[in-house]
């Protein structure tokens, strides 16, 4: 269940969304997996799998049936212990602290190739890197779009209950700038644009920490983020957020308690991957997400999530006020 009240609508929307992923993992030998995973959603929106009860298909019939598409197609080479190299369209392989999603939504399954290779360096030191380059639209007449991103990261154990992660990523988006914006691939979602096309390139250095500990016994953590885009002559190029986990949601009656706030200039991320729930999907936001989750039974959760934000600095929209409530019942097997 869904709500949406924007402050300079004079509707709310209410609806009611369903989301179903299915996938299968197959070891190929001691080297190779292969999986692949179905879900709901569209082929125009690569950041949701959710499917609106009450759409109707493209000749207006009600309970029209739903759409299912490839959502993951992958083999993964796994030679040495801590290496492994993925290609096809993949899970997202960058680290995200507290699970943010103001560069990548979190249902956005790139296409391409990724390496991530971990390591210890000691009993209180680890590390990881990870690579990928992945295809944004493939152009029969002109050059291709693509994204190519690298990421670096250490873990501190300070004790058996509590660490620190840092780390460092960068991610550049060839050639935006001028590029024609399509309802297919790319979507505007705040991004400064001209004629219908970006007025920015957009390559995007992000520096973040989390810090895991206890609460008696209770984990917890805190995280940030910074993000700038280091393309020449961006103005609105910052964004950033702060956030906090408390306890995990594992057990039948287990809880979990969750806040971020966020802060996103038009022109820090690519509107059209980011976080498509915050400010209706986009850049160009800042505000509020709270979030609880109960274990109700094993593999069966409730969550709340609720967003007070505000668009800014939005070529769209600015000054506007959104807030969302999410009620979802998740259910695995």
Partial sequence: MENQDFDTRSDERDRHRIRTRLGLEAIINEDWTAGLRIATGST????????????????????????????????????????????????????????????????????????????????????????????????????????????????????????????????????????????DVLKQKGNTWSTNKYVYNYNMLEVFGEYGFKVGEMPMSAYGTWITNTAARVEEDKGWAIGMVLNKAKDPGSWQVGYEYRDVEADAVVGGFSDSDFIDGGAGGKGHRFSLAYQLAKNVQAVLSYYLAERHDNAIYNGENMNLLEADLVIKF
Avoid at 143 to 170: I, R
């Fill in 44 to 183: 125009e929106i690569a950041t949701s799998t959710n499917q609106t009860l009450g759409d109707s298909d493209d000749d207006g019939s009600a309970f029209s049936r739903k759409d299912l598409w490839l959502d993951l197609a992958y083999a993964d080479w796994h030679p040495i212990d801590g290496l492994n190299v993925i290609f096809g369209k993949i899970e997202n392989p960058f680290y995200a602290v507290g699970k943010h999603q103001l560069i990548w939504d979190s249902d956005l399954t790139p296409e391409g190739i990724a390496a991530k290779y971990e390591w210890s360096i000691n009993e209180a030191w680890s590390a990881q890197v990870t690579g990928g380059g992945f295809w944004i639209k493939e152009n029969s007449s002109s050059s291709d779009l693509s994204v190519f991103g690298a990421q670096g990261l250490v873990k501190y154990a300070l004790s058996d209950s509590s660490s620190l992660t840092g780390g460092v990523s960068y991610y550049d988006f060839g050639d935006l700038r001028n590029t024609t914006i399509d309802t």
